[in-house]
């Protein structure tokens, strides 16, 4: 074989080799699409926001935020429980405001709520070129911004001020500092007006759309938003707003809000939508809730037996009538040999720990179980973030604020008389006023709202906390807000600020 | 003698005639092997400067006869595998027994590197060899125990002992955060792990340390190279037919001691009163119980391992043969049969020459194994986390035979023999390792080889989880909730990684003027690499039966139905050349420069260059060098770049998943949603690794002694690291190239042999120490957390700068507070601080004891590690021991899982506070636990050196005059124990620890209940026909 034809042989392969490289080195993901080819058509848009929407169903991972954990546990309503005090020690901690700096459980909600306003701004950026039908359009850029409000409320009630993220972030607007409460709740209100503009009423969408974000949802955490300022006429006129949409009533049946069948009812403003869904797995149970696994007794109830309800709660109940208990409180929890659903009797020895009562809003029968894969964890209940009667006491205390007591007593008695469910002799229509109606609403709140994770945020809005709370450790003017998570703010080299007092 | 002098007479008289024209005399004598004795069948004898070429062979029992002309001459014997030997003669006469010795020589040694061989002696850079001859009389499991111990600078670790997990291997330290595994050549052709080679087919083991080595293999090459090369046939050599066979027990070495029943109770009861709660009524008279159960001995058993290997090879002038077929078959000391790892392997390697200028061949390597899959190193699932946390009073079984539940425990710790009995988790694999090559000799000197490879690996997992209740009365459900799987569940997953590889080297060598040698290389790697993983589940199986486990005969409603699929690919394009000279075996340099282009980096920084130089001096060669004992010298020194791409494909661009679901409309549907959730990095670019080398190589005594050693240094540069960046920014943190780790260390290994004597012996050992610390974890750089431990529901490892990569980090205890003034003068710790808890120590001085009061307080990477082998034979007999250690590291103990209080615990709590001056180790008990004694600390740090007696073996070889009667070449028998003894003062079952997680540098030396190795008792029969 002739040499200089071999040498060809061997070159030519190897030169078509080179000049072929860049195209051989250029893949692109098999799975999945490149931002740059993605966000083109309607349907694009359509699964951006339902992204923003998966974020609402954040609980462990890829980080974790039970409304309850702030809301009851570290209120006078509930304790921590679990399999004993090492159990989430870091939540001992926290309701007995030994607070840690750098906890795991406010590095989670931080982490979880800007994952939310990312993907809320992904859609608000990248939404408004796509060529679709504009009614559909700004329907999906209302979802986002009040999913964006949403994460933003959570935050600035939770933490205060916090860095405005409004838009999604280039590498080298990482370290944004913090903005003041106020420009936070500015942009909440702006978006939620906005949003409430833009989004169709309850009754607008199709079936399939159950879930989705409504006009009355934005109106409604709107509400929750003057309240927070304390701007009782806005507070009031939104509320009746919402009232006078006819798109809500009191289920006139209370026990049922909490069941399966509850879910989604006439009075659910705001639901985040869970389901039994197969396939989960303990650090992603797709679409179902922990919550249930969470809250359920231990031992043969094959729960965590979390948020332990208080004495004090119970008591609560029987505020009014030493004799009588308030209708809900067996809706609200569970007492000894009580059935735990379809689970068996609630004794101490089928549970293994002292506890007298276990939460009961968000327990899950086994029959409402997924049928596979990781069902302990899969729960399927909604949370309720926002119910009509929620709305309705909302609107007793702008009105109260606001020096109309009978349109105060009105809301607070329509509340009062769905809790009664034609029992008499219970929960008498409420006449106070003054300073006596202020705390009867308070007083209602508590029990119509209790361990839906309202309570502790109540307390500290309302300037009550250091009264109820205070025995616990709780001291005015630092636990009002909790610590910015120590790691962000090494983050960020310290451009993120700590709270005062920590 | 006098027959013999009468023989040679007679000789000479046959030869006289001969003699009388030529002029010549007659030398004769027997030659034979001095390893055993035997003749030296075809030996050549040659007279040394003899134009005529005069010369012999050795017959079939050693003996020659050779014409030497007259005067003095000198004889060279030489024969393949021995060293040639002079005799110089002066006359005839008659030899007797010429002695040939086996070529002693270490430097002589054929070494594999990178695209090519070289000898020993001849190398500037840091090679390790491990040759087949010092693996085949152990027998190993798994080809990195061929690695491990027997050669410095490389860490091997089991990261479980059940049959077919996979060892960390760590070259000369860990120099990344992105898997620090080496890359593993075998035959030329990359491959991802190793299990699928059976230990019977490597000739030889290659570890390429320092950065000039493996920077032929530029990128990848970084955490160093092992190439590793299978049994070829040898042309003209007759048929070999080898048979190798072992059957052996296995069983725990080692059982930690926990509190039996009585002792539970007490324990207990003391517990719950501390906490001022009641205890369960049965504790308090805890003389009522006896024993209990110890769930060790309940879960360990003896277990069997086998393996049979036949091969046969051969060549004859134009071409070779090799072909081999291995069964093994291994089952688990926890598990038995449901952590059984089967393989089977069969290989054909071939090699063809078709004319003087066309070579063709072919290596194909297939494999079929199973591997029964137990939960193992897991704080949550593992049985043998649950048998060392199950407390003692539950019983294996009930009464009526079937399986008991623990009153006490809720979740995670089962019932491990239960468990264990239901878990169906089967791995099956079919590997395909196949390249054909050619060989094309355009001239003297000049060549050219091409070779294509195809890797693809085809695996299914098929897992079936069966219905059971463990109550007492099931429709009650009594039992807790970890104990009842009420619907039974198949799941298949299917994996295919298909790699193949084209490559082209064009070589030149050539010597000028005898002492000019000069060799060039040129060539280019494409390669191409796939992944595809698809799976799918269903529920509600009518059978129960894991035989019947099969998707179709579910019952279970689509709903409950699932699927999913996946696909990745990446691809590489290298260009490499290499340049060697050498003057008179003197001087030796090396120049390397390697180009990559990686589809894992974007079209920014795609190509990365590695260069190397490296020289050698062999000072011996030099005239001046005169120093009696030292017959070898060499001083060598390197330098290089080397890169590592493991992170993954696509970093460098956004990439929108769908998946991101959720639930809408009164039937929640699943409605799809998608977004980028990491953000991208379009700049990254290849991590580099610097190392710089210097060695030296000494033989004294004509290669009795070796000693080989090395210092580097080895810089790790722009690491891929995905830098935790503010949560603020909504994603997940895009990959950079930030970190620096440095390591630097120092080798050593020497062997003496001595063959010579009737007792043939040699004794070798190795010890490297490293030193490993992160120089830069970027601005701002968080330490990145691992080793995340359950019961204390925190991390216990953290890398950070100045640091051992994956410290230990937590608290410092100082002692027990022995009364309540000692807790009042104290930091404060925790409300319910009392006597008997653990002073933890306030390092920062602010009367607190909280999180600021943390430190490093444990490296888990061993400051040295060594290992050393003697082998000795006489007559026959040969005894071998091996034994291999590390020292200066450490464990964290996280076995017992203290955030539950009904667990059993180790009988250094009988030893626990109960007053005043009882104990400074050991705390109180209370179940709840106020003072948090087991948080993070160093009380769970432990010494986690060792000294282990890894193998040891005593084999007969049956002499040959008994075996020739029946046609055998060579027949040897042994028995052997494989980790007869470990050293150590570690606690738990098995100090040696790798990374739990496979491929993350980052778990490492935690014990969360670690499947130990097997102490084993094996004998084997080795055959040549």
Known sequence: ?502 | MRISTLITGLTLVFLLPVGLFSQTYTVTGIVLSSEDGEPVIGATIEVKDNPDNLGTVTDFDGSFSVGVPDGDAVLLFSYVGLKTLEVEVSGPGDLGTINMFPESSLLEEVVVVGYGTTERSKISGSVSVIKAEDISETPILRTEQAIQGRTSGVTVSQNSGSPGSELTVRIRGTGTINGGDPLYIVDGVPVSGLDFLSPNDIESINILKDAASAAIYGSRGANGVVLITTKKGKKNQGGIIAYEGYFGVQSPSKKMHLLNAREYAIIQNEAYLAAGETPPAEFMNPLAFGEGTDWQDAIFEDAPITSHNLSISGGSEKSTYAVSGNYFKQDGIVGGPKARFERYTARLNGANQVNDWLDIGTNIGFTHFTRNALAENSQYTSPLMRALNMDPITPVRKFDGTYAYSLYADTDVANPVHQIEQTNDEWTSNRVLANVFTNIKFMEGLSFRTSYSVDATFANQDLFFPIFNLSVDTSLNDAPSIEISDENTVVLNRYSWINWQLENVLTYEKTFKEKHKFEALAGNTILENRQHVSGGANTGLPSNNPEDAYISNATGTIDSQTASEWATESSLISFFTRANYEYDNKYLFSTTLRVDGSSRFGANNRFGVFPSFSAGWVISQEDFFDIAPISFLKLRASWGSNGNNNIGDYAFSTIVFQGQNYAFGPAEDITNGAVATTAANPDIKWETITQTDIGLDVELWDGKLNVTTDYYIKNTRDMLYAAPIPHTAGTAAPVQNIATIRNNGWEFSATYRERATALKYSVGGNFSVVKNEVTNLGLGGDPVLSGFIQSANAFASQTDVGQPVASFFGYVTDGIFQNQAEVEAHAFQNEGTAPGDIRFADLNNDGVIDELDRTYIGNPTPRFSYGATIDLEYKGFDLGIFLQGVSGNDVYNGIVRYDFNYVNRPVSVLDRWTGEGTSDIEPRVNIKDPNQNSRISDRFIEDGSYMRVKNVQLGYNVPKKILETVRIKKLRVYIASQNLFTFTKYSGLDPEIGTIVRDNSLELGIDRGFYPQARTFLGGIQVTF
């Open chain 1, 1 to 502: 074989m002739n040499n200089k034809k071999l040498i060809a042989l061997v070159a030519l392969p190897l030169f078509l080799m080179i000049s072929g490289c860049d195209g051989f080195l250029n893949r692109e993901p098999i799975v999945g699409e490149t931002e740059e080819n993605f966000y083109k058509t309607a349907d694009d848009a359509i699964v951006a926001v339902n992204a923003a929407y998966a974020a609402l169903q954040f609980e462990r991972n890829p980080a974790g935020h039970f409304r309850w954990f702030w809301g009851d546990i570290m209120s006078d309503d509930s304790d921590k429980g679990g399999s004993g005090d090492n159990d989430v020690f870091e939540l001992l901690l926290l309701e007995t405001f030994q607070t840690p700096l750098n906890g795991e459980l406010l590095d989670s909600e931080w982490k979880a709520s800007y994952e939310g306003i990312y993907r809320a701004n992904v859609v608000l950026e990248n939404v408004p070129p796509i060529e679709m039908d504009e009614a559909l359009k700004s329907r999906i850029l209302g979802e986002a911004r009040f999913i964006r409000s949403y994460f933003f409320y959570n935050l600035v009630t939770i933490f205060g001020g916090v860095p405005l993220a409004d838009r999604v972030l280039s590498p080298e607007e990482y370290d944004l500092p913090r903005s003041s409460a106020e420009e936070v709740w500015a942009l909440i209100e702006s978006d939620l007006v906005q949003a409430a503009q833009d989004l169709p009423m309850k009754s607008e969408y199709a079936a399939s759309d159950l879930g989705r974000i409504t006009k009355g949802a934005a109106q409604a955490l709107l509400v929750k938003a003057y309240v927070y300022q304390e701007k009782w006429q806005d507070a009031k006129s939104t509320a009746e707003a919402i009232v006078n949409s006819g798109e809500y009533f009191l289920d006139p049946d209370f026990t049922q809000i909490f069941t399966p069948a509850g879910e989604n009812g006439p009075g659910s403003i705001f639901e985040i939508q869970f389901m039994t869904e197969s396939g989960g797995t303990w650090d992603n149970p797709n679409e179902g809730s922990l919550t249930n696994v969470f809250q359920r007794a231990r031992g043969q109830f094959a729960g965590f037996g979390f948020n332990i309800p208080t004495q004090n709660l119970v008591d609560a109940f029987f505020m009014e009538d030493p004799n009588n208990e308030d209708p809900r409180l067996k809706s609200t929890l569970f007492r000894e040999g009580e059935p735990m659903g379809d689970r068996g009797i609630f004794t101490k020895d089928a549970t293994g720990f002292p506890h007298d009562y276990y939460a009961k809003k968000y327990f899950n029968s086994l029959s409402e179980e997924a049928s596979f894969g990781d069902p302990v964890n899969n729960g399927g209940s909604n949370d309720r973030v926002i119910r009509f009667a929620d709305i309705l006491l909302l609107h007793a205390e702008a009105s109260y604020h606001s020096g109309n007591e009978a349109a105060a007593r009105s809301s607070l008695n329509m509340v009062r008389e769905r809790a009664r469910a034609g029992e008499t002799g219970v929960l008498p229509d409420v006449t106070a006023s003054g300073q006596a109606l202020l705390d009867a609403i308070y007083h209602e709140r508590r029990v119509e709202l209790a361990l839906e994770g309202h309570r502790f945020f109540d307390l500290v809005r309302t300037g009550r906390a250091s009264t109820a709370l205070g025995s616990l450790g709780y001291v005015e003017g630092r636990h009002n807000l909790f610590p910015i998570p120590q790691s962000q703010i090494q983050a960020t080299n310290g451009a993120i600020t700590q709270n005062p007092g920590y």
